[in-house]
């Protein structure tokens, strides 16, 4: 199958959005519980699959089914799915690095 200019930058805006909405969800429920000094990890291997939008997707529904049990497994999920899409959209993702002028 052959990339186009244009599916690249439909998947980068996708990558983009999710990352800024999971940070959004992070940024309230920071300000919720007083997590302003915690910093959880940036994820294990297992938060790193081949399509990050994928991961986050796993993520952000791992967070929605905690919200009212645990503030921080929560907070540490979003924060997890904000690192996953933002690497693969500030560094390219493989899918779309093949030339796509063929």
């Known amino acids: 199958m052959v990339r186009t200019a244009n599916d690249k930058d439909s998947y980068s805006l996708l ?9 959004y969800g992070a940024f309230q429920i920071s300000i919720l519980h007083g997590f302003g000094d915690y910093d959880p990890e ?3 291997n297992d938060d790193r699959s081949d399509d990050p939008l994928k991961t986050a997707h796993r993520l952000l529904g791992e967070a929605q089914s905690l ?3 645990d503030s921080k ?18 560094g390219g ?6 030339d796509t002028r063929k």
């Open 15 to 23: 990558l983009w959005k999710s990352a800024a909405e999971a940070e």
């Open 42 to 44: 940036q994820g294990s």
């Open 67 to 69: 919200i009212l049990s």
């Open 73 to 90: 497994r929560v907070y540490r999920a979003l924060r997890v799915a904000v690192f996953v899409p933002r690497k693969a959209y500030s």
């Open 93 to 98: 993702d493989k899918m779309y690095c093949s």
